[in-house]
């Protein structure tokens, strides 16, 4: 059986995207961050590292309960790792 590159491609997605997954989930681990804080400790672009966030919070593994003000008035969001509690409300 040959493996096409595309097959290859697809595998090699997945196995980064559930690394940085776990990474993610690591860095949360002590506490709140922003997207950019994130972004900044795991070495991430800012897009990548703000979808990885949404589809956790699609998963329901981390939250963003609260937000912080920005220096131009705006709301961001403070992610952090769902605990058991809030799992099951």
Do not use: F
Not at 9 to 37: F, N, W
Not at 59 to 88: D, F, M, V, Y
């Amino acid at each position: 059986m040959q493996i096409r590159p595309a097959m290859i491609s697809i595998s090699v997605m997945q196995s980064l995207t559930t690394e940085d997954y776990a990474r993610i989930l690591s860095c949360l681990h002590s506490g709140p961050k922003t997207c950019k804080e994130v972004a900044d400790a795991l070495k991430l672009s800012y897009p990548r590292a703000n979808q990885l966030l949404l589809n956790l919070a699609q998963k329901r593994t981390i939250h963003s309960p609260r937000c912080r003000t920005n220096a131009q008035g705006r709301n961001i969001n403070l992610w952090e790792i769902r605990t058991t509690n809030e799992l099951n409300p």
